[in-house]
């Protein structure tokens, strides 16, 4: 006989509709431990069906917010996985806290309380923080850092019954478990772009006039030709290379950003006759090689054996579309081409013998660029955090808004690559704030040794500024 089926449909509605008025009453014992409110853990109902309800909060509450902060949201399973190892944590820590506690029943109840207050932070940091203004966001994620120390310090306390030193070693464990969550953001959602409407540019004839194997033949060619007129570096000089690559042939902006900052190089920084850039666009298909993975390996070993590998600098620009999987999207239609990572970089750079660096990179999500090629001969800006995107990709435009920022107006032999650095991360984030975007919270990563090296760059650049620079 099913028990469950003998039961009045009546009280199982009771019974749902008592489980969410528990569950509310819970989520606003949440609110009051957030302000510190005395005696709030006594008053939490715990209970395996509450335990579940919290997370399935939780799990919506990110699911629906995390949709509406992205712009043409995709649906991804990656929150799932944050969700699950932030559990996980939980479980551990839960599980130290029962043992240290007389008697050891206290799991469930640390679970409860845990999930009653989770969904509010996660609210705070996405709807608070990013939009704090700049001269107040590293002491307003300060005070949001300290605050969740303090909370759950607060939570882990009572239940220990006012153990100051096993509440200490308790939420320690808690930040090691939180660690590897610190910068992932939950997430369900990534964004997409629509390559429908960039290729509704184009008509059947301008893709079909494209001879795919003429232009794999061509490369040879068209790279000999960019890169036979790279001129050495100068014994005793810091000299300045650049590579561009302008890797998304869906919108001409990649393009125009491609050649606007080779030319400020070439012109304002000393780059002429050092320079050279790879493209993916049907206007340059013939004339210029094309922004692959092969070509930017090829076109990195020839630029090292032309630098002074202990005193040249090269600069590496990147501008495409970026993915939540952290790749550079590499798209030359109707030609199949490899999309491009950061280890990818990486080792061409260590194969090519290029130890000093400065690498760009204009896209969505490109911080997370930054670990995979950080050391201490490296500068690496990019225009994104790892879980943010980046705006400007349209092909009516000259520069994204991380390109224009760096290189629109720029001064030759007065520049100061950091402080110019620096300031153009503050102009992208006035003017996202000004048209009420989501911060992109560009990453800045420079080098111990790096710091020293570009200070001997913008001494040489503004010692040898005639030859260099021209008209100076």
């Given at each position: 006989m099913d028990l469950y089926a003998s039961i009045p449909k009546e009280l199982k509605q009771s019974g749902a509709v008592k489980e969410l008025q528990v569950l509310f009453r819970n989520l606003y014992c949440g609110l009051r431990l957030l302000a510190f409110r005395r005696n709030i853990i006594s008053q939490i109902t715990a209970s395996y069906d509450q335990f579940i309800l919290l997370l399935g909060f939780y799990g919506i509450t990110a699911f629906i917010a995390s949709y509406v902060i992205t712009p043409n949201p995709v649906f991804g399973l990656f929150g799932l996985?944050?969700?699950?190892?932030?559990?996980?944590?939980?479980?551990?820590?839960?599980?130290?806290?029962?043992?240290?506690?007389?008697?050891?029943?206290?799991?469930?109840?640390f679970l409860t309380a845990t999930y009653c207050v989770l969904p509010f932070f996660y609210l705070f940091s996405i709807t608070v923080i990013p939009f704090l203004p700049d001269a107040y966001f590293d002491a307003g994620y300060m005070v949001y850092t300290l605050w969740i120390l303090s909370v759950s310090f607060y939570v882990v306390l009572q239940l220990l019954n006012w153990q100051k030193i096993k509440a200490i070693l308790v939420v320690m464990l808690w930040v090691c478990a939180s660690y590897p969550l610190t910068?992932?953001?939950?997430?369900?959602?990534?964004?997409?772009?629509?390559?429908?409407?960039?290729?509704?540019?184009?008509?059947?004839?301008?893709?079909?006039?494209?001879?795919?194997?003429?232009?794999?033949?061509?490369q040879y060619q068209l790279l000999n030709n960019a890169l036979n007129v790279i001129e050495p570096g100068v014994e005793g000089i810091t000299d300045l290379f650049f590579i561009g690559f302008g890797a998304d042939s869906s919108q001409d902006v990649f393009m125009k950003e491609i050649n606007n900052v080779q030319n400020v190089m070439n012109l304002n920084l000393g780059a002429a006759g050092r320079s050279v850039a790879l493209i993916n666009n049907l206007k340059t298909i013939d004339t210029t090689p094309l922004a692959s993975s092969t070509n930017l390996r090829i076109a990195l070993n020839h630029i090292g054996s032309k630098i002074n590998p202990e005193e040249d600098i090269v600069l590496l620009y990147l501008t495409s579309h970026g993915s939540f999987d952290h790749e550079l999207s590499v798209n030359m239609w109707p030609l199949e081409l490899n999309d491009i990572g950061p280890e990818d970089i990486r080792a061409y750079l260590d194969d090519a013998g290029i130890q000093w660096r400065i690498i760009l990179v204009s896209a969505c999500y490109s911080g997370a660029f930054i670990d995979a090629l950080k050391n201490e001969t490296s500068l690496i800006l990019t225009a994104a955090a790892s879980d943010r995107a980046s705006f400007g990709c349209s092909s009516e435009n000259e520069f994204t808004y991380f390109g224009e920022a760096l290189f629109k107006n720029v001064e030759g032999k007065s520049y100061q690559f950091i402080d110019g650095f620096n300031q153009a991360i503050e102009r992208i984030k006035q003017r996202e704030i000004s048209e009420n975007l989501i911060p992109s919270n560009s990453q800045l990563f420079v080098g111990n040794l790096m710091r020293e090296k570009l200070e001997l760059l913008e001494h040489d650049m503004a010692r040898y500024a005639p030859e260099r620079f021209g008209s100076f």
């Open positions: 996985g944050y969700i699950g190892v932030e559990l996980l944590g939980v479980l551990l820590v839960g599980f130290v806290l029962a043992k240290l506690c007389e008697p050891q029943d206290h799991l469930l109840q910068n992932v953001s939950l997430s369900f959602w990534h964004e997409d772009f629509d390559y429908s409407e960039a290729l509704a540019a184009y008509n059947d004839d301008d893709l079909s006039f494209v001879n795919q194997e003429q232009v794999y033949y061509n």
